[in-house]
């Protein structure tokens, strides 16, 4: 029988759920068991697509083309397997269907209702998700927090779970104890109304994950655990760690798997893998840094910079770092203040690589193409996804092809020199779905890789699968000129002969790469990106350039005389 794990937010948002659950989920596969991880959203929105990063973080995009939450990508990359569309729902996503079957009149005449059709429909999609994935245990990590209203038509579909079948269904909670500065104590009182909040909805938790700044102490477990009514053994310490992939080895320091086995009465059905605490000792070793700009517009939310919109890109070069050797020293740069003060491009200098992101819309565009081009002349190892991969195609067609004024439709729908452009089906498309939902090339896409670039020798095959989420294409029409001038388009899908990746010659530049897919969403720390790798090796290989004395680097570089032969 499958077992089914929720967890779900006490206290305040924030707290890490999602990294918990993929910790558990990791856990358990660790000891022999297939897991699969569902996320539920309590958002109207049937799908993140709509959510504006800077409040909900980044969308990711599984491999069957849905737009999910970023936690769907924390469990592929602590799962190291792909997550389908199935795993991924909405209160809105819920209601649509329900909503769907009444008006197909597959209720025969029933009174639909909110209670029971609502947490029925959620039940039948976890079952669906643990069956397609073949699993022997679904996580379920329930969004926002216990005690709000919307939510709760979700904990009623666990709670109903429960009821059919006790045995199989065990709730966690993530609750966050503070440590108040001028009392210098830990506090239990917010778990303890969470506890309470929880019970109000007829579940009582059966495991207590302690967030914390610092880890529990023994006296305040035994106050948990009688408050709150769990054994003291189920109440697991999690304090702050530096980086997350040290949550699941933490974990196991209070034996979270044998807590979760003996609940379900089962054993481990191996020894622990060690795969994951050598990926967190080499995250450890690596201690050279890379410095590495990240150019984007979505971090500042009031007086606050979070980092969240870019995740999959983060943690991207995380896994290329450590298995490079090397530790990354990331800064986010505002794209627009390099509008306002074009003097402060200077400053890129500082960095071993850049990377210009996925975005949508005019603002910072320019800033963008500034930065790009700032890199492409002074040889910064470069990453363009998605946009900055069609930012950096304008860049080189307005410096470099002199088609002043080249840019985007996107941006100028008027413009002389529509480098970057929506493809007729997609016009088409836009038209008959009236509105921009649903309009975007969206999922896992193939792509022929080049003999002899940079990207084939990367990757190691020609031919690659990767993931997609825009709506405008490279232009062919002007595929010639800029090759003339230079560019290498290195990557072609096949179906439809749209340009998928470009670069420069590696003797004009030492990595300067861009891809129209998001090639961040398949990175896993024991399979770091290809691409990600090369960009981080080049970026490696600048420090040293920097290290070495001018005689010797003069001496790598092909002199002047031999350039001539
Ligand atoms: N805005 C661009 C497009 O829709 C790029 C999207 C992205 O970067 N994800 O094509």
């Known amino acids: 029988m499958t077992k089914y794990i929720f967890v779900i937010g006490g206290v305040m948002s924030g707290v890490g759920k999602g990294i918990a659950t993929a910790s558990i989920a990791r ?9 699969t991880a569902c996320k539920i959203d309590p958002y109207i929105n049937v799908d993140a697509g709509t959510m504006n990063p800077t409040e909900h973080g ?4 599984t491999e069957d083309g849905m737009e999910t ?4 990508g924390n469990y592929e990359r602590f799962l190291h397997k792909n997550i389908y569309k199935d795993n991924y729902m909405t209160t809105g996503l819920v209601y649509q269907t329900v909503i769907n079957r009444e008006r197909n009149l597959e209720y025969n005449g029933k009174c639909v209702e909110v209670v029971p059709h609502i947490p029925e429909e959620v039940i039948s999609r976890i079952e669906r998700a643990g069956k397609k994935a073949k699993a022997e245990f679904v996580m379920i990590e329930v969004g926002g927090t216990v005690g709000e209203y919307q939510n709760l038509l979700f904990l009623e579909a666990g709670r109903m779970m429960k009821l059919r079948n006790p045995g199989d269904v065990m709730f966690v909670l993530v609750s966050y104890l503070p440590v108040p500065q001028k009392i210098g ?39 948990i655990s009688v408050f709150c009514n769990i054994a003291p053994d189920c109440i697991i310490s999690a304090p702050d760690v530096k980086s997350i992939y040290e949550v699941p080895l933490n974990f196991e320091k209070d034996k979270l798997s044998e807590q979760i086995l003996n609940k379900f ?19 450890k070793k690596a201690k050279k840094p890379v410095k590495i700009a990240i150019t984007g517009k979505y971090f500042a939310t009031g007086a606050f910079t979070l980092s969240d919109s870019y995740i999959s890109v983060i943690e991207a070069i995380r896994h290329a770092c450590a298995n490079t050797g090397v530790h990354p020293k990331i800064e986010w740069l505002d794209a627009e203040s390099y509008e306002k003060n074009p003097a402060k491009l200077k400053e890129l200098k500082n960095f071993d690589g850049i990377i210009v992101p996925g975005g949508f819309g005019s603002r910072g565009i320019e800033g963008k193409i500034k930065v790009i081009k700032f890199a492409r002349e002074n040889k910064i190892p470069f990453l363009g996804l998605c946009y900055g991969m069609q930012l950096a195609t304008i860049e080189f067609a307005r410096s470099v092809c002199a088609l002043r004024g080249a840019n985007t439709t996107e ?35 193939p792509c022929e890789l080049k003999k002899g670039t940079i990207v084939r020798d990367a990757y190691g095959q020609n ?13 062919n029409d002007y595929c010639d000129n800029l090759a003339n001038n230079g560019l290498i388009f290195s990557g072609i899908n096949p179906e439809k002969n749209l340009v998928e990746i470009i670069e420069l010659k590696k003797n004009v530049h030492p990595f300067f790469v861009g891809t129209q897919f998001h090639p961040e ?18 970026a490696t290989h600048t420090i040293l350039n920097k290290q070495l004395p001018i005689r010797l680097l003069s001496l790598r570089g092909r002199s002047p005389r031999q350039s001539r032969n």
Request: glycine share 4%.
């Open 27 to 35: 856990i358990l596969e660790d000891r022999g068991f297939s897991v």
């Open 58 to 61: 980044e969308v990711f995009v």
């Open 69 to 72: 939450d970023q936690d769907i």
């Open 185 to 223: 104590e830990m506090k239990t009182k917010p778990t303890q109304y969470a506890v309470r909040a929880l019970q109000g909805a007829g579940i009582q938790p059966d495991m207590i994950l302690a967030r914390s700044i610092v880890p529990l102490d023994k006296p305040r477990k035994e106050k």
């Open 265 to 283: 009465n089962l054993k481990p059905k191996k020894k622990a893998d060690l795969k994951w605490r050598n990926f967190y000792d080499k995250i």
């Open 411 to 445: 941006v100028d729908k008027n413009t002389k020199y529509p480098i970057i452009d929506l493809l007729p089906d997609q016009v088409q498309n836009i038209k008959s779905h009236k509105n921009l939902g649903g309009s975007m090339r969206l999922g896992a896409y």
């Open 463 to 475: 031919l690659i699968m990767e993931r997609h989420r825009h709506r405008y294409e490279f232009n």
């Open 521 to 538: 969403f398949k990175s896993r720390p024991f399979e770091p990106h290809p691409l990600f790798v090369e960009f981080i090796k080049s």
